[in-house]
């Protein structure tokens, strides 16, 4: 129960970052911190005390793995967030060299 | 799980120091351990295919980090209502984490998963695939779906950041 | 000693660095290799895998400078790696209508615990390395060389 919490502890401090920072850098700061209290939430939730790797081994009979299925989704989660990330720089790298700036309260011009 | 939530600690702990640094290079590195931490936490919690992954994928995002943020620092200015911002956000968080306190008590206990769907796929995963490693099996073969869209959403995101980084311009006549 | 000083600016990292590059680039190729050819057998797979051999060109360039890793693996090479490896997953996946409905597994099973084994599984993986990795190495070539024309 106080595991869960500390998750989600970790959860808000993104969700700080994100709201309270100017700089775009820390923004995408804030949005990794997010990605990582997300996945490992999903893991805490199918985790058995005292359980195995869900991997077979030759001549044993395993009895109590923990959960392949939220394993499965979060690897792919993983992944993903990491091309996600990457486009997000692409588009900051390319903002700076548009304003000459990180600034968000400086990046308001809509020009055509 | 003593040693579980030592990691939880750490991670706040690194999660807090890339918030507040004023380096930029700092914060990044600050969040490279916290993504390190996290690796072993899947250590901990018996996922190794999770922990190799999040181990490589976390060196190539700290790659990309500091190629954008390196000889590019701003100076911090403190701008208006900054007292009412801060107070108004922070009650916002605490506000949301009672919530989340409340709603938290209707999970499973931590140690004991429901387990409905997996049951299954734990039972027969050899037999009908054979695959020793459960977590292929699910990927590949059960719900091999959800590995077609991933590939689909990791191609657009190659094509998106060619995209944006291509040379832009007009010819000048 | 100010020719040595242009040499190493020009040409990417100090020599201990090109000295270790040499020796170890091999082995991470290698080993993601093996990650993912045992995919089906013990913790990795396709993703993993693609991740770490992307990582050794990535290794390369960042220690010798953008013009040795572009020779031996310039874009559009990269780009018809990661068109092939969507399409071998495409194409195994519509195979499966052999067997009866999209994506079945088709192919014999094999015993458990050896190499051959599990089906389609194998080659799947083999697919999923040549996406992700030729995919991230654009993705990064696209970051350092695309955007240095643009500051000059």
Not at chain 1, 39 to 49: A, E, K
Not at chain 3, 125 to 139: H, M, Y
Request: proline share 2%; charged share 15%; net charge positive.
């Amino acid at each position: 129960m106080s595991i869960y919490f500390l998750c989600l502890v970790l959860f808000s401090i993104g969700i700080y970052c994100i709201l309270r920072k100017r700089n775009l850098i820390k923004i995408i700061i804030g949005l990794a911190i997010i990605e990582y209290a997300v996945n490992l939430f999903f893991i805490l939730v199918g985790y058995r005390m005292h359980g195995r790797a869900p991997i077979l081994a030759r001549d044993q009979e395993i009895l109590n793995m923990v959960d392949p299925l939220v394993q499965a989704l979060v690897l792919t989660a993983i992944v993903i967030g990491l091309a996600t990330t990457a486009l997000i720089v692409a588009i900051a790298i390319r903002i700076y060299e548009k304003y000459g700036t990180f600034d968000i309260t400086k990046i308001k011009k809509l020009r055509g | 799980m003593i040693e579980l939530q030592l990691l939880l600690l750490f991670m706040i702990v690194g999660a807090i120091i890339a918030v507040e640094a004023r380096d930029l290079l700092s914060s990044v590195v600050a969040v490279g351990a916290v993504g390190l931490g996290l690796s072993l936490a899947f250590l901990v919690l018996k996922a190794p295919d999770l922990a190799i992954t999040q181990l490589v994928v976390e060196i190539l995002c700290l790659i990309i980090l500091i190629r954008a943020t390196i000889n590019r620092d701003l100076p911090l200015i403190k701008d208006g209502r900054w007292h009412f911002n801060t107070i108004s956000t922070l009650v916002f968080i605490v506000v949301f984490l009672g919530l989340a306190y409340l709603s938290l008590k209707d999970l499973p206990v931590f140690g004991q998963p429901l387990l409905r769907v997996a049951a299954n796929y734990l039972s027969e995963g050899l037999s009908k695939t054979g695959a020793a490693n459960l977590v292929s099996s699910v990927i590949l073969d059960f719900r091999a779906y959800d590995t077609l869209g991933e590939a689909t959403v990791l191609f657009t995101a190659v094509m998106g950041v060619l995209a944006v980084m291509r040379k832009t311009g007009r010819i000048k006549d | 000693m100010p020719n040595k000083q242009i040499n190493t600016k020009q040409t990417g990292m100090t020599l201990i660095v090109k000295t270790i590059t040499r020796l170890t680039v091999g082995l991470i190729l290698l080993y993601g290799i093996y990650i993912v050819l045992h995919g089906h057998l013990t913790p990795g797979g396709g993703f993993p895998g693609g991740v770490i051999v992307a990582l050794s060109f990535i290794h390369l360039m960042l220690a010798f400078g953008k013009e040795t890793a572009l020779n031996r693996l310039n874009q559009m090479r990269a780009s018809f790696f990661e068109s092939l490896g969507a399409i071998l997953f495409l194409g195994i996946a519509l195979l499966g209508f052999l067997g009866g409905y999209f994506f079945v597994n088709f192919i014999n099973k094999g015993e458990a615990f050896n190499l051959f084994s599990a089906g389609i599984i194998p080659l799947c993986n083999i697919a999923i390395c040549f996406k992700v990795g030729a995919g991230l190495f654009l993705i990064f070539v696209a970051l350092v060389v695309l955007s240095n024309q643009e500051e000059k």
